[in-house]
């Protein structure tokens, strides 16, 4: 039988996978990763999704460590300011990036994800200690003192740890039997681009209406921007059917002139939101990294960044390990992974849970909290800074 040694294997090169692939690779030139990816990425260029990912400030520095931050400037959309509104609400809720970044006065960074995609793997195609195993797909999967993994082509990969990297919809937490908190928002994402007659000037907006969040988010180009427009799935179906002018009517209504004149650039694109959260982050010698131990609901744009957060503990934990002679596959190491990331993410998820509860209920006593809220948190310098700083990853 033909076996492959590794000391780490991942499974699946989705954008956590491929990012936990090159941040692992970065701890020593030493460390052999195995990238198994049962779809052929690595020959054909990924397509515009319509999707984009807001980037903190601390995201973005590991895309500096990683190499791949320079070319990713040529597509980035600086976030210089947030504003934050309420339907009929007459406070603006501001977070201004000069308030936490007096050196480059951004909040993050709004990147198309097939750019980043597409930057993450040249990146890899280049790094000498990550070898690709695509298309491949696993048949069986034994743990030992070691994992094996048999690949579909009969071939075996031996790694000292597994990382799952398959998905929100992960189909190695369901072979394993991984118990899971899911919730149906019962909602749609629309996503798409726009060209706007006014220049956005770096601002994003984040505009809570009835019928659901509507975020506007400033793109490369000053007079483009990227919209992310939920709604309940039955108003989803019905916004999707319109026509050109009658869907352009209601997006103007939504976006309150804020950017003047408006066209659809882009194809529309829709995606179900649902939240899921791990009981456990790992089985035996395996991790679950990513969307497969948590995804949690776009309203505060934290997905990606919460999976980047997990993979500098997992980074963090394994170089500690090797510094002090320790096996990266102990139980310490895999306990410490799923207590830390797990506290964080659960964290999160009640952060967006709430959020999107509160803005999507049409109590008048919640709605003049609301209010409130948003007046009051901009009177709070102290406060506001530590909304900022949490959402920017300062």
């Known amino acids: 039988m033909n076996c492959q040694k590794f000391d780490i294997a991942i499974i699946g090169s989705s954008f956590a996978g491929m990012t936990c692939a090159l941040t692992l690779a970065q701890i020593s030139p030493q460390i052999s990763i195995a990238l198994i990816e049962k779809e052929n990425i690595f020959d054909k260029v990924r397509t515009d999704d319509g999707r984009a990912y807001a980037i903190s400030s601390s995201s973005l ?16 959309g600086k976030i210089s300011d947030i504003k934050i509104t309420d339907y009929k609400s007459p406070f603006v809720l501001d977070f201004i990036g000069l308030e936490v970044d007096e050196k480059d006065g951004q909040l993050g960074q709004i990147i198309e994800n097939h750019f980043i995609f597409e930057a993450l793997k040249n990146k890899i195609s280049q790094q000498k200690n990550i070898t690709i195993f695509c298309p491949n797909f696993y048949q069986e999967i034994n743990f030992d003192e070691k994992v094996l993994i048999e690949l579909n082509d009969k071939n075996f990969i031996e790694a000292k740890l597994l990382l799952a990297c398959d998905g929100r919809f992960s189909k190695l937490r369901e072979l394993y039997k991984i118990p899971t908190q899911t919730k149906n928002y019962h909602q749609t994402a629309i996503v798409f681009k726009i060209s706007h007659q006014i220049p956005h000037k770096n601002i994003a907006y984040e505009k809570f209406l009835p019928s659901g969040p509507l975020a506007i988010l400033p793109l490369k180009d000053q007079n483009q921007s990227s919209i992310v427009w939920i709604a309940r799935d039955e108003e989803a179906q019905a916004i999707l059917s319109l026509d050109k002018e009658n869907f352009l009517h209601q997006l103007h209504k939504k976006m309150e002139n804020c950017l003047g004149k408006c066209q659809i650039i882009s194809q529309k694109f829709s995606y179900p939101l649902v939240m899921i959260l791990a009981k456990d982050f790992y089985h035996q010698k395996m991790l ?72 999507e209920s049409k109590s008048l006593v919640l709605k003049s909290a609301r209010n409130v809220g948003l007046g009051v948190i901009n009177l709070l310098p102290k406060v506001k800074k530590f909304f900022i700083k949490n959402a920017g990853g300062f």
Do not use: W
Not at 61 to 76: H, R, S, T
Not at 337 to 349: E, F, L, W
């Open 61 to 76: 520095k590991l895309f500096k460590e990683l190499g791949i931050y320079d070319e990713l400037q040529n597509v980035a």
């Open 288 to 359: 679950f990294i990513g969307d497969s131990a948590c995804g949690v609901h776009p309203i505060a744009g934290q997905g990606f960044n919460l999976a980047i957060v997990g993979i500098k503990n997992l980074r963090d934990l394994i170089a500690q390990n090797i510094l002090c002679g320790l096996e990266i596959s102990s139980e310490n190491l895999i306990k410490s992974y799923h207590q830390k990331t797990r506290n964080n993410a659960k964290k999160m998820v009640i952060a967006t849970d709430v959020l999107n509860s509160i803005f």
